[in-house]
């Protein structure tokens, strides 16, 4: 079993920052990819960007791309997701996911994750 523990939400104003963290127990959290998820009032739950088990892949959703970095930290067992100029759109709840047996599904695939976090939410006002 593996517990996921998100951090670091809040209230942000537009432009600012914020720093998520995912703090990972009960698996060998080094050798698992991981994700970063939202969900905004209203709307599915989509992926935000993921990482693999060394850090040395990563996935973004395009509109993302150049505001949010994942970074993973395997010696804390924690994962991070680094978010910069924020705008109203951002506002969502966010979760930290760890993949599953399903390896075979892409790093952005919903699929491939099997342990969720409880979520934090982030708002960002405008």
């Known amino acids: 079993q593996v517990q996921l523990v998100e951090s670091g939400g809040g209230l942000v104003q537009a432009g600012g920052s914020l720093r998520l963290s995912c703090a990972a127990s009960?698996?060998?959290?080094?050798?698992?990819?991981m994700g970063w998820f939202r969900q905004p009032p209203g709307k599915e739950r989509d992926i935000v960007a993921a990482?693999?088990?060394?850090?040395?892949?990563?996935y973004y959703t395009d509109s993302l791309k150049g505001r949010f970095t994942i970074s993973r930290d395997n010696a804390k067992n924690t994962v991070y997701l680094q978010m910069n100029s924020l705008k109203s759109e951002d506002t969502a709840v966010y979760y930290c996911?760890?993949?599953?047996?399903?390896?075979?599904?892409?790093?952005?695939?919903?699929?491939?994750?099997?342990?969720w976090g409880q979520g934090t939410q982030v708002t960002v006002s405008s």
């Open positions: 996911a760890a993949e599953g047996f399903a390896t075979y599904f892409s790093l952005s695939a919903s699929a491939r994750y099997a342990y």
């Open positions: 009960g698996r060998t959290f080094s050798s698992s990819a």
């Open positions: 990482i693999n088990w060394s850090g040395g892949t990563t």
